[in-house]
């Protein structure tokens, strides 16, 4: 069974949320706009991911919607984007204030130091503009040597050779889905990562003031967030760690080989090799992939022509660094290192990255195990990151997570109980249906088994393994997947002496442009509903807390949550559902994720099993309580409600131990037990299920 949160009198608490997504660019700068690249234009994110004005209502929403904690996200360029240490503490304000709204409200806040690829400069969201140019990169060169493919840049012609289609009008509408994914392999994001985590092993001549260019990041990135929870004064209820982390080049085997197919890779897909010449504006003949039904495949290649190289060639004079006299601009960093040669285009270190520099204090961690870059770069920075904010708030949780579907360290847990941090320590790992976010359309039949494809050996019966066909079976894979992230923290690690903590589900949810749109046009959300009762299901059969991706006020159905066609929220002004309603009025396939859940427990009860069948409205909940105590939990006017017209909840209970108490008004039922024991409390509607009209699953056009 997992481990829970407690409240601060001891009660066991369930957290169930949604993520902000409106804080991952600035106002008014969508990824579609050409603006939003534009290196010289002034930066802030004053407002996001809601304003002081308009937040009060859309947190009585979703407040009204079951929801008790929000994950909000804080990008670093929002704090640090005119220039290395000089911060926007208007927006620092702006967030405090926020926090203090969510929690009078009753919310519970996890700050979440979000990151997609390093920077919306490099086709994601998270750093400052600087930090690239820090590292000796130019964004305006990504999209002609393939580092980086930014949505805004996308050409009419999808088969042209430059992204950047140079001469030609650009159309956001024609990039293909998810291509945004692709740059988990390109350029940027392997360098930047890279350098952040193992500069100084990879990187030895990159400094800027004297300090190695992972240093310099680093303390710069913990110098801003540290800034933020100084304001924030413990109003917070935790922070989460850097947003998917990913390694960059660090623990790549072969440079001439593309090894990480198993990740999106679409369009172009240079080796590393490759994308370094094409950094260097060399031509070259490299794979191209295309999403086939079961996921990428190869479907031919294509020769790119850069014509300019994506290498600083001179210093912006707006940071006012020092750079070291041994690092040339202009030049790729890893050329300079040894790793090829410009002139001949030879790969002189195939492995250059395979493993820490013999030596080195990560080689010296490692300890001569199999090389394992959470265990040594990710955790190293995990535990700076974890003394920079508890030396500014000492009671906060801190979650943790490492890249997405990948286990966190086994020597962490064991660490955590060594030190006794494990009463503020949480997994926030994020969880989503591969799928159905990579092809765009709910599977009922068939699935796959993502965790096992990845965490497995990469090989084609492994591959063969991993498919599920069948509709209790596609449930039942994506339940399993969501109870195996939990045993990554709680039976899961190897080693014995580790405590178990507690698992936020960090984000999960499902893309509502499924099937090209094809409920905006008729009003039929049945598939995601569908595709979302599967998660929130897996959920509960495994007890687990969770924050959805994600709320966005912003949302339209034409450019969905307004990043890199991403279409996740769970809000949209123009559904049309629950047209007279204050609180549920343009919220989608709701009765998938507005469910009943235990809130709260007292102290000594756990819970055993807590479901839901959407279809005939039944409840369940089984606990075992050490004495007499009570159950709150959270009971949706949504599925339950006498009448559209009243507050009314129209509710049949069987409790054959203790009493029960409905509040209406408050959507919650108290179910006190005088005895302890294995007691079960089942709850239906009286009345019988809601259509799937009235639930709001068909939309009234």
């Not at 209502?57 to 904690?69: C, D, E, H, I, K």
């Not at 950047?164 to 740059?183: V, Y």
Request: charged residues 25%; hydrophobic residues 35%.
């Amino acid at each position: 069974m997992p481990t829970h949160f407690h409240d601060e009198s001891g009660r066991t608490i369930v957290l169930r949320g949604v993520n902000l997504a409106d804080g991952k660019y600035p106002p008014g700068q969508p990824t579609y706009k050409l603006s939003s690249l534009d290196t010289h234009a002034k930066v802030s994110y004053l407002g996001s991911p809601l304003s002081l004005h308009n937040a009060p209502a859309q947190l009585s929403r979703l407040r009204y919607l079951g929801f008790n904690v929000l994950r909000l996200p804080v990008v670093w360029e929002a704090l640090e984007h005119a220039g290395p240490g000089i911060y926007d503490d208007e927006y620092i304000a702006h967030i405090v204030s926020l926090v203090r709204l969510c929690n009078d409200h009753n919310f519970r806040v996890v700050i979440n130091p979000h990151q997609d690829l390093w920077s919306r400069f490099a086709g994601g969201s998270g750093a400052p503009l600087w930090t690239l140019h820090a590292c000796g990169l130019d964004p305006d060169c990504f999209a002609d040597t393939h580092a980086a493919v930014r949505y805004a840049e996308w050409p009419t012609d999808g088969d042209n050779t430059t992204y950047g289609g140079r001469g030609k009008d650009k159309d956001p509408h024609a990039i293909p889905d998810m291509m945004w994914t692709s740059n988990h392999t390109r350029l940027a994001a392997l360098t930047l990562f890279a350098l952040f985590f193992g500069g100084r092993d990879f990187a030895p001549r990159c400094k800027l003031d004297g300090v190695n260019i992972q240093d310099y990041l680093q303390n710069h990135y913990l110098a801003a967030y540290g800034r933020l929870t100084d304001a924030l004064n413990g109003l917070e209820f935790g922070w989460d760690s850097m947003n998917e982390p990913e390694p960059g080049f660090i623990g790549w085997r072969d440079l001439d080989k593309m090894e990480r197919e198993a990740s999106a890779t679409i369009g172009s897909t240079p080796s590393p090799i490759q994308a370094m010449k094409l950094g260097m504006g060399i031509e070259q003949t490299v794979d191209r992939f295309k999403l086939g039904k079961t996921g990428p495949h190869k479907s031919g290649t294509m020769t790119v022509t850069p014509g300019r190289r994506c290498w600083l060639r001179h210093e912006d004079l707006r940071w006012k660094w020092d750079r070291s006299d041994e690092w040339k601009l202009g030049e790729c960093i890893w050329a300079q290192h040894g790793v090829w040669d410009i002139e001949t285009g030879q790969l002189k270190k195939t492995q250059y990255f395979d493993h820490p520099p013999p030596g080195s204090y990560e080689d010296a961690r490692n300890a001569g195990r199999p090389f394992d870059w959470k265990a040594t770069y990710w955790r190293a920075f995990y535990e700076k990151w974890n003394a920079e904010i508890r030396k500014h708030s000492p009671e906060t949780m801190m979650f943790f997570q490492t890249s997405v579907f990948d286990p966190p360290p086994h020597s962490l847990l064991s660490d955590i109980t060594l030190h006794g941090d494990y009463m503020h320590m949480a997994y926030s790992p994020h969880f989503y249906d591969a799928l159905t976010i990579m092809k765009g359309h709910w599977h009922k039949y068939w699935n796959i088994d993502i965790l096992a494809l990845l965490r497995g050996p990469q090989d084609i019966s492994n591959k063969l393994k991993a498919l599920r066909v069948g509709n209790t079976k596609v449930r039942k894979v994506i339940s399993d997947q969501l109870g195996e992230l939990a045993n990554d923290v709680n039976g899961g690690a190897e080693d014995e002496n580790s405590h178990p903590v507690p698992t936020l589900i960090g984000e999960t949810g499902i893309p509502f442009n499924l099937d090209g749109g094809k409920a905006y046009k008729d009003g039929d959300y049945t598939s995601h509903v569908a595709a979302m009762d599967a998660i929130m299901s897996g959920c509960d059969n495994h007890l687990l807390n969770y924050t959805l991706w994600a709320y966005s006020a912003n949302n339209t159905q034409e450019w969905g949550d307004q990043w890199n066609g991403e279409d996740l929220s769970i809000y949209c002004a123009e559904t049309g559902s629950f047209p007279r309603h204050k609180y549920l009025s343009g919220f989608r396939a709701a009765a998938a994720w507005c469910r009943p859940y235990v809130q709260s427990l007292s102290s000594g009860t756990r819970m055993l099993k807590m479901a839901f069948d959407l279809k005939t409205s039944n409840f369940y909940l089984e606990i075992d309580a050490a004495s007499g105590g009570d159950v709150v939990m959270y009971v949706p006017w949504l599925h339950y409600r006498r009448s559209d017209e009243e507050d009314e909840l129209d509710v049949e209970v069987d409790a054959p131990q203790g009493k029960w108490t409905a509040h209406s008004k408050a959507q919650l039922i108290h179910w006190t037990h005088e005895q302890g024991g294995k007691l079960s409390f089942q709850l239906k509607r009286k009345s019988g299920p809601l259509s799937s009209k009235e639930l709001g699953t068909i939309v009234h056009r």
